[in-house]
């Protein structure tokens, strides 16, 4: 879950200029010529705008000094300039308190973070502390699409597969009671060497007698949808193809479900991508076995639910994906054979909010994979924050379940978070900014 921050800086001044009479103090140091100057010297610096102030011979930084001691030198309160940071509270709609059938609210109505929007106005040196309360909703949308490989190695799971519609959206009602569910597939890029050199092999890449479809990078078969029937039905009109080498180009096609949102479906709600592969993956760098050198540009193009540019740009890169999963807040679901659990597990470690699971050699154990793994997902939460300002830094401290206290990184996160239990969490912000010269 990303927080994201309205920060407003403003800087107070006035216009002079001289030199500073004392030492010892990050005030006097900073001989500051105007009032920004000195402003930003310290949090407990501040600036006597009195004209009549200085005593002959004193230079204008004499004006910026802690500022018990300008009073003591005679500056009265209301002369100084000492500004602090404010808060101000944009948004703040109550987190949502209901039971499962408590009636069907849209998502845009449930709310699980609080407040959720706030404008700062901060100081350089001063540190401002604001808390945000994280509660887990009953009964939240999900979409879940389901990304399978279709090569020849996952023909009896696609069997399994054909009847997932209905069996998850039957488990899936005792989680939520508004479920979509989609499917597209993935094979390889058709451009390698191995492949285009052998044209028969396009129209049925299997041996044998074996009827296979052509390969292809990925499709969107259906999707989302709260229809399990219909779901079943696309599914159990797919084929399996095939190619020549091990690893997939899985990376492709979750890219595209990234980033093609209106194709997809996706709602703004919990979204679950589930990758589905007994193989490895391509990824940035390999396209050059099929000549292709041109970098991801992490774009939708699907024409007809088909990502026509599969021979024109190369696979992403792992950091590519993230960013895009990311900013999607999309949650991954690695369903992986055995085999590949230690590829996807350090694949996972680098994909915030992203679970891995044991695939069974047939794919029969696929639903309770997915239940487990969005429990594992939804009973954590994560605070991220967008890139901040140069000088500005955040400190988090959570309180979460059964009063434990966290900081630091792991003041991030809260895990084992159920139902209608409130965690909070402190963000603490430091700005430490340095202009040259300020004249308001």
């Not at 901060?122 to 949308?141: H, I, K, M, V, W």
């Not at 279709?150 to 899936?172: A, F, H, P, R």
């Not at 992986?336 to 694949?347: A, K």
Request: contains cysteine.
């Amino acid at each position: 879950m990303a927080v994201k921050l309205i920060l407003v800086s403003i800087l107070f001044g006035v216009f002079c200029s001289c030199h500073a009479q004392k030492e010892g103090n990050e005030c006097t140091d900073a001989n500051a010529k105007y009032c920004g100057e000195c402003i930003q010297a310290g949090a407990k610096c501040g600036w006597c705008k009195d004209p009549d102030f200085l005593k002959q011979g004193e230079t204008v930084s004499s004006r910026c000094d802690e500022v018990q001691s300008l009073i003591k030198r005679g500056c009265t309160e209301a002369m100084i300039e000492n500004p602090h940071g404010e808060q101000n509270i944009l948004k703040n709609k109550t987190v949502t308190n209901r039971g499962k059938g408590a009636g069907k609210l849209k998502p845009e109505d449930i709310t699980q973070i609080q407040p959720q929007k706030l404008s700062l106005t901060l100081r350089s040196g001063e540190p401002q502390s604001f808390n945000l309360t994280f509660q887990r909703a009953e009964d939240y949308p999900i979409d879940l699409y389901y990304l399978m490989d279709l090569s020849y190695s996952m023909k009896d799971d696609l069997e399994n597969v054909k009847n997932l519609g209905t069996s998850l959206m039957l488990e899936m009602s005792k989680i939520t009671s508004d479920f979509k569910i989609g499917f597209g597939s993935f094979v390889e890029k058709t451009v390698m060497p191995y492949i285009s050199t052998t044209p028969a092999k396009l129209l049925n890449p299997c041996t044998g007698d074996q009827n296979c479809t052509s390969p292809f990078s990925y499709k969107n078969v259906l999707k989302l949808t709260s229809d399990g029937k219909k779901f079943n039905t696309l599914v159990g009109q797919q084929h399996i193809s095939g190619n020549l080498d091990s690893p997939e180009g899985g990376f492709d096609a979750i890219m595209q479900v990234a980033v093609c949102g209106d194709q997809i479906g996706w709602r703004n709600v919990t979204r679950l991508l589930v990758f589905s592969t007994d193989a490895g993956f391509h990824f940035a760098g390999d396209g050059k076995l099929g000549g292709i050198v041109l970098p991801n540009d992490g774009k939708c193009h699907l024409e007809d639910n088909i990502y026509t540019m599969s021979h024109y740009y190369d696979y992403p890169s792992i950091a590519h994906l993230v960013q895009k999963l990311s900013d999607n807040n999309i949650q991954t679901i690695f369903a992986v054979t055995e085999e590949f659990q230690p590829v996807y597990q350090e694949l996972k470690n680098l994909i915030p909010k992203s679970a891995v699971g044991t695939l069974s050699a047939n794919s029969s154990n696929v639903i309770n994979l997915i239940i487990d793994a969005y429990n594992s997902l939804s009973s954590e939460v994560i605070l991220e924050n967008s890139k901040l300002p140069e000088g500005v830094t955040i400190a988090y401290t959570s309180r979460c379940k059964n009063g434990v206290v966290s900081e630091g990184e792991n003041g991030r996160k809260c895990s084992n978070i159920s139902m209608g239990v409130p965690v909070r969490v402190i963000e603490r912000l430091l700005v430490l900014l340095y202009f040259a010269k300020w004249r308001i």
